[in-house]
């Protein structure tokens, strides 16, 4: 049976990054992914602007509809977050999804620069 990993981080449209770039590397390395968006943006934050929706209430949902359902993985992974209430939200709910590894990826920056 193969290993069932999820990766909560937000979508962007455009710019090689987020679950556009992780889905596909996770799949090609033989694991079973799920993904949980945390907001959907434009493009990635290193452009001089996008737009962002946060999903808050949507992850909260589909965390007790997971629970309801006895969804469980592997492992664990997160990326860009957007907000402290989505932190909040995931850290409430992380240890019912995995007995597994989590790996917190803060993304918070790139080549030595925060991320506005």
């Known amino acids: 049976m193969s ?3 999820v990766t909560i981080q937000d979508l962007s449209c455009f710019g090689q990054c987020s679950l ?6 996770i ?3 033989g694991v079973e992914a799920a993904v949980l968006p945390t907001s959907l943006l434009s ?3 290193m452009f001089s602007a996008w737009t962002k929706c946060d999903l808050d209430t949507e992850v ?3 965390f007790k509809m ?3 359902q006895k ?5 664990l992974v997160t990326g860009y977050i957007g907000n402290s209430n989505l932190v909040n939200i995931i850290c409430d709910n992380i240890k019912n999804l995995t007995n597994g590894k989590i790996i917190i990826d803060p993304a918070m920056a790139d080549n030595g620069k925060l991320y506005p």
């Open 3 to 5: 290993k069932k990993l």
């Open 20 to 25: 556009t770039v992780a889905l596909p590397v």
């Open 27 to 29: 799949s090609a390395l």
């Open 43 to 45: 493009n990635h934050t």
């Open 60 to 62: 909260d949902k589909i």
């Open 66 to 68: 997971w629970q309801e």
């Open 71 to 75: 969804i469980s993985y592997d492992g």
